[in-house]
């Protein structure tokens, strides 16, 4: 990004920690228990989907509202989930170092959840305070709320920021903000497939591979 100001964004969950994957486990099993035919595999439609409007959709699909205390008991058992199966992306912690960019968290997980998952894989410090949750804004990915809101906070505008991301509504979302994105498919919930779904979001370059990221960001500054 030639001159400042200039910012990377990075999603949390399938890009700094790898954990789409359980985490799909865990709403289905919860959601079967509650007499919700949701699968593993139909709940990963709802990678980068904040819970509020995951709640809202499972709601008018199945036709009757989900307990008011499903949020908390759920985040329970993820929660538990985090400490026995949680893992940074590979490579991660050495391509954030690599880069110049000043870098921020934008995510649509809660700010509890994002100092949980970032502090027990040592990257919380890395970040903090620059980690913004679509609780802070009205409408969460795939609107571009949150995207405007962190690069507000940053003092970059829109047009000098990239954005790293794994799900087609962080790609939307980002891309209606103006901004370009490179779609990451290195996480374990990741099929075939899933990068061309990011492209066709909207994604400048596709990557699987974290080490690839400073040559990415240099390739792909904003002028």
Do not use: N
């Not at 595999?41 to 409007?53: A, L, N, T, W």
């Amino acid at each position: 990004m030639r001159g400042r100001p200039a910012c990377l964004f990075s999603a949390c969950d399938g890009v700094l920690i790898d954990s789409e994957t359980f985490a799909a486990r865990v709403h289905a099993e919860a959601l079967q228990g509650l007499g919700y035919a949701y699968t593993t595999d139909d709940m990963r439609r709802f990678v980068g989907v904040s819970g509020r409007d995951m709640c809202r959709i499972i709601a008018e699909e199945s036709g009757r509202p989900l307990p008011e205390d499903y949020g908390v008991s759920t985040r329970e058992t993820l929660w538990l989930a985090y400490h026995q199966e949680l893992a940074a992306v590979p490579h991660v912690a050495e391509a954030i170092d690599a880069l110049d960019e000043a870098i921020c968290v934008a995510s649509s997980s809660s700010p509890e959840s994002l100092r949980l998952s970032l502090g027990l894989v040592g990257l919380y410090e890395r970040f903090a305070p620059h980690i913004f949750s679509a609780t802070q804004v009205a409408r969460a990915k795939p609107a571009p709320d949150l995207f405007l809101f962190a690069a507000g906070q940053m003092g970059v505008p829109p047009s000098r920021c990239l954005v790293i991301e794994d799900s087609i509504a962080g790609v939307r979302g980002a891309r209606a903000a103006g901004m370009t994105v490179l779609g990451f498919t290195g996480a374990g919930h990741c099929g075939p497939g899933h990068g061309t779904a990011l492209a066709q979001a909207g994604a400048a370059a596709v990557f699987d591979d974290m080490r690839r990221l400073p040559g990415l960001v240099g390739q792909h500054r904003r002028g």
